[in-house]
């Protein structure tokens, strides 16, 4: 059950992505299509013949296209503008969420992927929805992610592929679907060795601190702990071959330590 539900915004009510440039050229054309109906009123509908009234209506046709080749020129100065703002708002969001404001970290995190799609500010946004407990739209985004195009297009790196994996394991895990956890953990592991990639660059310290992930226990926090520990490459050399071997839950390293101490 979720923490907290994230509302959408307009924009996504509209579009499944709705990037800058679809929210832009949107509104654009939804006040030429406007403009057009009530030209059509105009010319048609009232049947205007008179030749100074015929005149007035091709000058306003020429300002507006004129007006509409200045709202392009604009467009690009726009975009520089909307640029910088991406930057503020990704670390805007690394600031919300080392302060526990996972909701106020998703709303920046939101804003930025809409305006400039990043694997990063995927990622992170997926993981503020976990720590806040939304799940629903979690999967929804994940779903996104599923989008060929999408994918060939943002996530292109096999460390990207590996991250969203982590995410979707995390989030069975969060929710005690231990079956589901352990079928995305399998492919992580799969990847890793195929593509022999070095250390899972993440600060696994936001999910370990948040109440969703302190609600967890038994062999799932155990799990949990263990592909952390994976991905960090921290984790004990047996208890790593016994995870690599799909005891994803070993606590085998804890017991032979316990028996040498005995031992001494």
């Known amino acids: 059950m979720a923490l907290k539900k994230i509302k959408k915004n307009f924009w996504e009510k509209i579009f499944n992505y709705p990037s800058f440039n679809r929210r832009f050229w949107f509104a654009l054309i939804l006040v030429l299509l406007i403009f057009c109906i009530i030209l059509s009123i105009l ?58 404001h996972y909701s106020r970290a998703f709303e920046k995190w939101r804003e ?6 990043e694997a990063g500010v995927f990622t992170n946004l997926c993981e503020s929805l976990l720590l806040i407990g939304d799940y629903d739209n979690f999967d929804q985004y994940i779903q996104i992610s599923q989008d060929d195009r ?18 979707r ?8 679907n231990q079956g589901e ?20 660059g993440w600060d696994f310290m936001d999910l370990r601190s948040s109440i969703a992930y302190q609600n967890v226990n038994g062999e799932c926090k155990n799990i949990a702990e263990n592909l ?21 839950s070993s606590q085998a390293n804890e ?3 316990e028996n040498t101490n005995q031992n001494n």
């Open 43 to 100: 010319l048609f509908i009232n049947k205007i013949n008179e030749t100074s009234n015929q005149i007035a209506i091709i000058n306003l046709i020429i300002q507006s296209a004129t007006l509409v080749l200045g709202i392009c020129a604009t467009y690009y100065a726009l975009r520089q503008l909307v640029e910088t703002r991406f930057t503020g708002l990704d670390e805007a969001g690394m600031r919300e969420i080392k302060r526990g």
């Open 112 to 117: 930025a992927f809409y305006i400039r799609p």
């Open 150 to 167: 999408f994918k060939k297009k943002i996530f292109q790196e096999s460390s990207d592929q590996i991250t969203l994996l982590y995410l």
């Open 169 to 176: 394991a995390v989030r069975h895990l969060l929710v005690k």
């Open 181 to 200: 956890a352990e079928v995305q953990i399998t492919e992580i592991i799969k990847i890793t060795k195929d593509n022999s990639l070095l250390g899972f």
């Open 228 to 248: 952390i520990s994976y991905l960090s490459k921290t984790i004990l050399p047996n208890r790593k071959k016994d995870f690599e071997q799909g005891n994803f």
């Open 255 to 257: 017991q032979i330590l």
